[in-house]
């Protein structure tokens, strides 16, 4: 299976919007609606920010929020904050009963 | 509250089998319909799915690992267990186990455990 694709860095200064794509194929982000988000901080373990593409687990800031169109998912990040600087992956079921991670994204705030 | 630790030996030599522990707190591991999974990390890379563990027993592997690998459920213990054989310096890494956010649900984890490196060498 291969990975998702994921562009290497964003970056966006305090207070802007930023969006992170995430493009499979149809096995797996265009088939099922799987899709979800973590960010990581240095030394961290990943933290799940989106799961079900659009779903949001307790305590997760409304500031994040994820979508999909056709083989690609998104995540945006309203209202960008320091803290939020971090990498981002992606990851979805597949049709193989799978998992697939994207390569990760590192978000730079300017 | 839900809480997952890892735990095996750090150093592991080449084409030896590592095997690592899940040790599970604040939930059962059979009782309820979740997923639990392994995710490894090599250092300075990304996420990588190793396999997951339905509360039956049942698994899905990735399949670049499918022929090495072996996760299990050990219910008196309280935890699920990894082993990836015939193990080379490419899989050295942070192995975290995590469980599903939500039941009947393959995707995403939510909580972690805060991982153990393992390192492959002579």
């Known amino acids: 299976q291969s990975a998702l694709t994921q562009p290497a860095s964003v970056s966006g200064s305090p207070g802007q919007s930023i969006t992170i794509s995430c493009t499979g194929s149809?096995?797996?982000?265009?088939?099922?609606?799987?899709v979800s988000w973590y960010q990581q901080h240095p030394g961290k373990a990943p933290k799940l920010m989106i799961y079900?593409?659009?779903s949001r687990p307790s305590g997760v800031s409304n500031r994040f929020s994820g979508s999909k169109s056709g083989n690609t998912a998104s995540l945006t990040i309203s209202g960008l904050q320091a803290e939020d600087e971090a990498d981002y992956y992606c990851?979805?079921?597949?049709?193989?009963?799978?998992?697939?991670f994207g390569g990760g994204t590192n978000l730079t705030v300017l | 509250q839900l809480q997952l630790q890892e735990s095996g030996p750090g150093l592991v030599k080449p084409s030896e089998t590592l095997s690592l522990s899940c040790s599970i707190s604040?939930?059962?591991?059979?009782?309820?319909?979740?997923?639990w999974a392994w995710i490894r990390q090599p250092p300075g890379k990304g996420l990588e799915w190793i396999g997951s563990v339905y509360y039956t027993g049942s698994t899905d592997y990735n399949p670049s690992l499918k022929s090495r690998v072996a996760i299990s459920l050990d219910t008196s213990k309280k935890q699920f267990s990894l082993r990836l054989s015939s193990v080379a310096a490419a899989d050295t890494a942070l192995y975290y186990c995590a469980r599903a956010v939500r039941q009947f649900y393959p995707g995403g984890f939510d909580p972690w455990g805060q991982g153990t490196l393992v390192t492959v060498s002579s």
């Open positions: 149809s096995s797996d982000v265009g088939g099922y609606d799987y």
């Open positions: 990851s979805s079921y597949t049709g193989s009963s799978t998992l697939v």
């Open positions: 079900d593409v659009n």
């Open positions: 604040g939930a059962s591991i059979t009782s309820s319909p979740y997923y």
